[in-house]
Nanobody, 125 residues
Framework: QVHLVESGGGLVQAGGSLRLSCAAS????????MGWFRQAPGKEREFVAA????????YYADSVKGRFTISRDNAKNTGYLQMNSLKSEDTAVYYC??????????????????WGQGTQVTVSS
């Protein structure tokens, strides 16, 4: 069992930046690939980014490529999502997720086994 807790969300103006954190506990974090998803009101949860257990492989949704960066610090059992050049359409609840895997999981919510409770990101235009 892996317990995930997100933090770092908040209100930011368009063009600004935020860094989300995902603190993991319960199992060896470095055995798990990690992903970030988001869900806007009235919409389905959508994939944002994923990273392999070592951090050596990453994968992004086209909508955030070049603006967001996923990373992890296994020594701190923490994953991150650096979000730059934020747009109003980035407004959503952001969730981190984990899966015990060697590679990078897919972009479906079904590809992940553990989820955090989410953190709200609101971008004002």
């Amino acid at each position: 069992q892996v317990h995930l807790v997100e933090s770092g969300g908040g209100l930011v103006q368009a063009g600004g930046s935020l860094r989300l954190s995902c603190a993991a506990s319960g199992r060896t974090f470095s055995n798990y690939a990690m992903g970030w998803f988001r869900q806007a009101p009235g919409k389905e949860r959508e994939f944002v980014a994923a990273i392999s257990w070592s951090g050596g492989r990453t994968y992004y949704a086209d909508s955030v490529k070049g603006r967001f960066t996923i990373s992890r610090d296994n020594a701190k059992n923490t994953g991150y999502l650096q979000m730059n050049s934020l747009k109003s359409e980035d407004t959503a609840v952001y969730y981190c997720a984990a899966k015990r895997a060697l590679g990078v999981p897919g972009s479906s919510t079904h590809d992940y086994d553990y989820w955090g409770q989410g953190t709200q990101v609101t971008v004002s235009s």
